[in-house]
């Protein structure tokens, strides 16, 4: 129903004999009608939680308070500058924040305009349905509030980019004075390092095979690197459980007993590897001084300008509202130019009857969490976002054995017309669209997991997307060029984590890159380190042909790789990291 009657109209009695004769003033079997106080309410103001009034209530007390205390403590100028910070480069990730200081910096401004026994109610009314009424609380807002305190800017942001990635911290752009840079020009060009930075990608013709060496794990000997031409590529698209059963092998094993009797390689690209792609970069003059800690010009740059793929800036993404996690349900609707303004929930009934929806966010038998939920899309979309909802289920150890039935449930209906949706396991992503008037449950799909294997029954029309990266379409075998070990694992270098590179037939990056990262380089160079992270930032590698790109897997990160072989017989194998 879209409007609750709360009490009673009216209610009709019939008095007995008996109650006639008590009463007095009724005769008997004499019927009389009561009217009585009750009200019409929409729907929207009728909470069906089963909550307390006093739980209610905290809910929006508490984001009143922690709004209220946002306003007072974190100034304009604070925000203005974390926008900024973000703009040029200097806080990790930043980007995905950004939305929420832009969305802040209105309301303080408005809130600064306000009389003080204003503020108070003005709190209220503003806390009430924004999504980020907590902004205090969140990363972003930490931040500000260190910066409202006093913190130094470079302690700050370093801080910052610590805790949204350990990993990959130093890869923001810090803020740097004059002095600083022209201490670091001196340097370089003082110390003839000016060419060694001025780097291009690197091509198959740079590679000697004399150079190039990967260790066998076990009897020590040296093989050289093996290089694969000769394989045409299929352009039939698999799925990956049609690879079930396969042999799996180590990666030593692989290099050590398989890779050296084989002619050529194709390496079947998956979604879930966008994460892996890599390049690799060389200086453009050949006899320029070296720059790195190991002793040869070749570095290494993964997609997102990173130095590694890195699971922590994962992990804390898919606490945030993103897509990563085992299992995903992402529903989206109210796109564009519509009008659509309804309350669309995306809900998933679990094996054991708990049901994660906007009453109940978070599992505690799987973590599966019901991290982003919008009640009001036009205020939603009116700061530029998406209207959204998403729930992640973020470990499969967690994962509990039996179906998973994921649906969505109008709550209020306002203009619907309609909605997407996503279901994404294993690197597979399943799109649906529903296309008309959402009305009580619409069932989307069921999704069973047994012993650590997902299979899927769909309840509305779907395709199933591959995508491009790097030129390539995903969820197929492309030929391998190269394999090879990370640079600084070449000839006797052993510094820092190994990487193992397939690099890929007519694989490249169409956008510029870095040329090289600041942890890579020689201490005397990383002294001047807040400088040269700009250099590398603004002094790019631009796209070329023909380059080496492909895959990278860093080999203390678990991850797994399905070959197509040939050789004295031709296998299909899955090899571990």
């Known amino acids: 129903m879209d409007v609750f009657q709360l009490g009673v109209k009216k209610n009709v009695k019939r008095y007995t004999r008996e109650e006639a004769e008590k009463f007095g003033v009724v005769k008997p079997n004499e019927v009389r009608t009561f009217h009585h106080m009750h009200l019409q309410l929409n729907k929207a103001f009728v909470d069906m939680s089963g909550k307390s009034i006093d739980s209610i209530m905290s809910s929006y007390r508490s984001a009143k308070e922690v709004f209220k205390r946002a306003m007072d403590e974190i100034p304009l100028s604070t925000l203005k500058l974390v926008k900024d910070l973000i703009s040029q480069g200097s806080l990790l990730d930043g980007e995905t924040h950004l939305h929420k200081v832009e969305a802040m910096i209105p309301l303080k401004q408005e809130y600064d305009t306000l009389a003080e026994k204003e503020k108070d109610n003005w709190c209220w009314v503003k806390s009430y349905g924004f999504t980020y009424a907590k902004f205090r609380n969140e990363l972003i807002g930490v931040l500000c509030v260190e910066l409202a305190e006093g913190e130094e800017l470079n302690k700050a942001c370093q801080t910052w980019n610590k805790r949204v990635d350990p990993a990959n911290y130093m890869k923001a752009t810090a803020p740097i004075t004059d002095a600083m840079k022209k201490r670091a020009q001196e340097f370089v060009e003082e110390n003839d390092y000016v060419e060694s930075f001025d780097r291009r990608h690197a091509t198959i013709d740079d590679i000697k095979v004399s150079e190039i060496l990967h260790s066998n794990v076990g009897d020590g000997k040296i093989k050289s690197v093996s290089i694969f031409d000769d394989v045409k590529t299929t352009s039939t698209r698999h799925k990956r459980n049609e690879f079930k059963g396969v042999e799996e092998v180590s990666i030593d094993k692989f290099m050590k007993d398989i890779l050296p009797g084989v002619t050529s390689i194709e390496a079947f690209v998956e979604n879930k590897y966008e994460g892996n792609f890599v390049s690799l970069t060389t200086s453009k003059d050949t006899d320029a001084k070296q720059i790195f800690n190991w002793n040869n010009p070749f570095s290494w740059t993964y997609k997102g300008n990173l130095a590694g793929k890195s699971m922590i800036k994962e992990a804390v993404k898919s606490q945030g509202g993103k897509v990563d996690g085992v299992l995903r349900f992402s529903i989206m609707w109210s796109e564009g130019n519509s009008k659509d303004n309804s309350d669309l929930d995306a809900h998933c009934k679990e094996p054991h009857r708990t049901e994660i929806y906007y009453s109940y966010k978070k599992s505690y038998n799987t973590g599966g969490n019901l991290d982003i939920d919008i009640t009001n899309p036009l205020s939603h979309k009116s700061y530029g976002r998406e209207v959204v909802e998403n729930i992640t289920y973020p470990s499969i150890e967690r994962m509990l054995n039996g179906t998973y039935k994921f649906f969505v449930h109008q709550y209020r209906a306002n203009n619907s017309q309609g909605f997407k949706a996503e279901i994404e396991f294993n690197g597979e992503i399943y799109q649906y669209e529903y296309n008309q008037p959402v009305k009580g449950n619409v069932a989307v799909a069921e999704v069973t997991f047994i ?24 969820q197929k075998f492309h030929k391998v060029n190269l394999v090879c070990l990370s640079p600084n694992h070449w000839d006797e270098n052993k510094i820092g984590n190994k990487h193992y590179f ?5 694989c490249s990056t169409d956008k510029p890159i870095r040329g090289f990262h600041i942890e890579n380089l020689l201490p005397e160079l990383r002294e001047h380190r807040k400088v040269l992270e700009v250099l590398g930032a603004v002094h790019t590698v631009e796209p070329t042909k023909p380059q080496l790109s492909g895959l990278g897997f860093n080999a203390t990160v678990k991850d797994s790789l399905i070959l197509r072989l040939k050789g004295n017989f031709k296998r299909i194998i899955k090899v571990k990291f």
């Open 451 to 474: 012993n650590g294997k997902f299979s899927i029954e769909h309840k509305l029309p779907h395709t199933s997307t591959s995508k491009e990266i790097y030129g390539l379409e995903t």
């Open 502 to 506: 397939f690099m890929l037939d007519d």
